[in-house]
């Protein structure tokens, strides 16, 4: 009984342990652009469609479009990024097609092409 006692306090003290640490907290972790990675992403996948906005995508010069896509917020925008999106003007196939992307790729790719257009996240 002594022993079972123990091994349940052990445990319960390196949870809050992990907790207070931040490792046990589902806290989103904030994402920073880093522009350079985003040119080498975008010259890599996003140029296809945004470059010059085939098939429904922002062009890069677009500021309106890219306005109205700031209203979203980033949250969203990377959303869609990640999982595809088909809206008004077209769809945005799952990471742009660049599969092998990550998740801080395509905030940095989108960070990028918001900043090329002189446009600032909204959200």
């Known amino acids: 009984m002594k022993s079972f ?68 917020g980033k949250d969203v925008l990377l959303t869609h990024a990640k999982q595809g999106y088909t809206g008004k003007y077209g769809a945005m196939p799952e990471k742009g097609n660049c599969l092998d992307c990550s998740e801080q790729d395509l905030f940095d790719a989108i960070s990028y092409m918001m900043d090329q257009a002189g446009v600032a996240f909204h959200k």
Do not use: Q
Request: charged share 25%; proline share 1%.
């Open 5 to 72: 006692l123990k091994i349940s306090l052990s445990g319960i003290l390196f949870t809050l342990i992990l907790t207070a640490c931040g490792g046990g907290g589902s806290a989103k972790k904030e994402l920073v652009a880093n522009l350079e990675n985003g040119k080498a992403v975008y010259n890599k996948a996003c140029i296809a469609c945004h470059w010059k906005g085939v098939a429904g995508a922002a062009a890069l010069d677009d500021k309106p479009r890219w306005e109205e896509m700031a209203e979203k």
